[in-house]
Structure formats: structure tokens, C-alpha cells
């Protein structure tokens, strides 16, 4: 996978998700796994372990493994490993840009920006959606023409809490339960099997960039989404959920009058994410 940051540097990164994916979901043993780990009684499963006293035990080697800075993170006492992965960051590691006609991201990640179109597909988590299925056939999609879908990756390193890209109003939160579409297991590889994540989403009127939509995908195995908030005011800024254990996707869409920052379209083009922090600028009103 390759990404760059703001400043333009270049990273290639493989890691062991990345490498068991075409396994998974390309051959025949891989399918049959991948049927029993995306099964619910697993699922709760392995929630209940990441819940539990004892997989504080884990939290050490995960936080040696993945590089992460801890001085960057409000000092705790994790009671569990969802605990810990759900901690909060220092205000002043996240500063949320002040020009408030300017996009921002709503969490941390590595995004791709896509214009609004008729064949507009993206892959996302192993599975290549259009607009019409990653909503469920809501109408709402159809507001949009022209505008651009950002999809901004999570990977398990990141801080895993998002946040309100404006302020404005916002619908109640649609959940969308994710789902195993299978073949039988002596199928011949060629036969597409994915898994469709669950997913929940809400529409915001901004007070400064209009209309909007705000999307959390939720990861393979656990991936649990929390918002906090049902419909009512919401304020630019003001964290809007966050995700329990797993690798997961915030995805933003907006109309055709706010434009993707130069760096990130011209990364997308390239098929090169661009590396991005909560709250700083990926885009703008066009003049």
C-alpha cells in the first residue's frame, strides 16, 4: 500500500492484513475461514475477550508492535483492550483548523477523494461498492451529483475516535447490518465472495459547507460503531463516536461547491492515499 503525506514523502507499507486478504477471499480454504470469522458468535466472541480484564495483558506488546506514541494520549488506566484502543488523544495533538468555510478531516486515516458520478465505485475493505449499494439505496445519494466521496482508512495504529467536519444539524443515524455473501466452498475461485461491513451513517445540514453526509464502516470481525448522538444540533469539531477494536473507515461525502484540497486529488489519480490527521484541511468552498 503505498500513501504520502502532506509534505509529498512516499511510504510503502505491506502488513500481514494486507498479505492474508487474497487468501481469504481467493481460494477455497480461505472462503471457508473467512465464513466461520465473520459468523456473529464468533464475532461476540471475540468482543467479550477485547472487553475483559484480561486482555489488558495484550495492550503492552500491541503498543511496542504498532509504534504508537503514548505521550500523545490523555494518561489512563485501560481496565481492557477495547479500553485502550478507544483512548482518548491530548486536545493539542488534534487542533481543528480554524477557517470554518474549510473542509476537515473527521478523524485520522489515510483518504481518497472520487467525484460524484453515474459509475462512481470504491473499493472499501475488500469490497468494491457504487454509491447506491454503500447507502442501501437511499435516495439521499442522489443530492450529490458532482460532489465527491472522501474515504478515509483507519488502520489500528491510528487514533480510533471521530469527530463533526461542521456545525449544523444532523437526521438520526441509519444503520445498515453488515452481511456474508457466500458460494458454496467448491466453488471455483474466479466466483466473487465478499463481505459487506456494517455500516451507519447521518445527514448534516452545515452551517458553513451545506448539506453533507457523515458514514462509519465498521471492521470484519468486531468493528463495533459508537455514536453518541441522535438527531439534534452538533458543533465543528465536537467528537461525533468512535470504533471498537479493528481496522475501520470513515467516509464523507459532500456536494459539488466544496472541492478536494490539489495534494489529495492529484494523489487519488495517482491511486495514492494521502496521510491526514483529525481536524486538519482537505478541502474548500471553490471560489
Given at each position: 500500500m503505498r500513501y504520502r503525506?502532506?509534505?509529498?514523502?512516499?511510504?510503502?507499507?505491506?502488513?500481514?492484513?494486507?498479505?492474508m486478504l487474497p487468501f481469504l477471499y481467493g481460494t477455497v480454504p480461505g472462503r471457508m475461514i473467512l465464513k466461520v470469522l465473520t459468523c456473529r458468535p464468533v464475532s461476540k466472541i471475540v468482543g467479550l475477550w477485547q472487553s475483559s480484564p484480561f486482555s489488558a495483558l495484550t495492550i503492552d506488546r500491541f503498543i511496542l508492535n504498532n509504534n504508537i506514541r503514548m505521550k500523545d494520549y490523555v494518561p489512563a488506566k485501560y481496565a481492557s483492550f477495547n479500553d485502550f484502543f478507544a483512548r482518548k488523544i491530548r486536545r493539542s495533538r488534534r487542533p481543528i483548523c480554524e477557517d470554518?468555510?474549510?473542509l476537515i478531516t473527521p478523524s485520522d486515516g489515510k483518504v481518497l477523494?472520487?467525484?460524484?458520478?453515474?459509475?462512481?465505485?470504491v473499493r472499501i475493505k475488500n469490497r468494491t461498492y457504487t454509491l447506491n449499494e454503500l447507502f442501501d439505496?437511499?435516495?439521499?445519494?442522489?443530492?450529490?451529483?458532482g460532489g465527491f466521496l472522501y474515504v478515509i482508512r483507519l488502520t489500528v495504529d491510528n487514533y480510533h475516535r471521530y469527530?463533526?467536519?461542521?456545525?449544523?444539524?444532523?437526521?438520526?443515524?441509519?444503520?445498515?447490518?453488515?452481511?456474508?455473501?457466500?458460494?458454496?466452498?467448491?466453488a471455483l475461485d474466479h466466483v466473487p465472495v465478499f463481505h459487506e461491513n456494517c455500516r451507519e451513517y447521518t445527514v448534516?445540514?452545515?452551517?458553513n459547507i451545506g448539506r453533507h453526509v457523515m458514514m462509519e464502516v465498521g471492521a470484519m470481525l468486531v468493528g463495533k460503531i459508537v455514536n453518541h448522538h441522535g438527531a439534534g444540533r452538533v458543533k465543528r469539531g465536537a467528537e461525533k463516536g468512535f470504533f471498537m477494536f479493528g481496522g475501520s473507515t470513515v467516509v464523507l461525502l459532500t456536494k459539488k461547491d466544496i472541492v478536494p484540497d490539489n495534494d489529495i486529488l492529484f494523489?487519488?489519480?495517482?491511486?495514492?492515499?494521502?496521510?491526514?490527521?483529525?481536524?486538519?484541511?482537505?478541502?474548500?468552498k471553490k471560489i
Open positions: 503525506d502532506r509534505k509529498g514523502n512516499t511510504y510503502i507499507v505491506e502488513n500481514g492484513q494486507e498479505k470554518k468555510e474549510a477523494a472520487y467525484r460524484v458520478k453515474d459509475d462512481l465505485s439505496g437511499d435516495d439521499i445519494t442522489q443530492e450529490f451529483p469527530a463533526y467536519v461542521d456545525s449544523g444539524v444532523k437526521s438520526e443515524n441509519t444503520f445498515i447490518k453488515g452481511k456474508l455473501h457466500t458460494v458454496n466452498p467448491v448534516i445540514d452545515g452551517d494523489n487519488t489519480r495517482k491511486g495514492i492515499e494521502t496521510l491526514v490527521k483529525l481536524g486538519e484541511q482537505i478541502g474548500h
